[in-house]
Nanobody, 118 residues
Framework: QVQLVEFGGGLVQAGGSLRLSCAAS????????MGWYRQAPGKQRELVAV???????NYTDSVKGRFTISRDNARNMVYLQMNSLKPEDTAVYYC????????????WGQGTQVTVSS
């Protein structure tokens, strides 16, 4: 059973930076894609950024140029470097690990709060 543990949330002023980390453990079958999603109060969960095992990335438009996703395949870890943070980035951030190949899985972390003050 794959488990995800997130680190690095917190409170930061607008314009500041935070780095989120997520560690996947519990399976010898590595995820094909790892990503970060976020959910603000009263809103649906949305994709922030995703990276596959080959390093291809995809970002939602609102974070392009400010956030960078990276991955350590050997350690099954994924990171999200968030710069130039804005109040609208305030949300609970969730790590996701998805494996398309057999044995497939889709797992979520417990979430970490990011609060950006104006």
């Amino acid at each position: 059973q794959v488990q995800l543990v997130e680190f690095g949330g917190g409170l930061v002023q607008a314009g500041g930076s935070l780095r989120l980390s997520c560690a996947a453990s519990g399976s010898r079958f590595s995820p094909d894609a790892m990503g970060w999603y976020r959910q603000a109060p009263g809103k649906q969960r949305e994709l922030v950024a995703v990276i596959n095992s080959g390093g291809t990335t995809n970002y939602t438009d609102s974070v392009k140029g400010r956030f960078t996703i990276s991955r350590d395949n050997a350690r099954n870890m994924v990171y999200l470097q968030m710069n130039s943070l804005k109040p609208e980035d305030t949300a609970v951030y969730y790590c996701n690990a998805h494996r398309y190949r057999f044995p497939s899985y889709d797992r979520w972390g417990q979430g970490t709060q990011v609060t950006v003050s104006s």
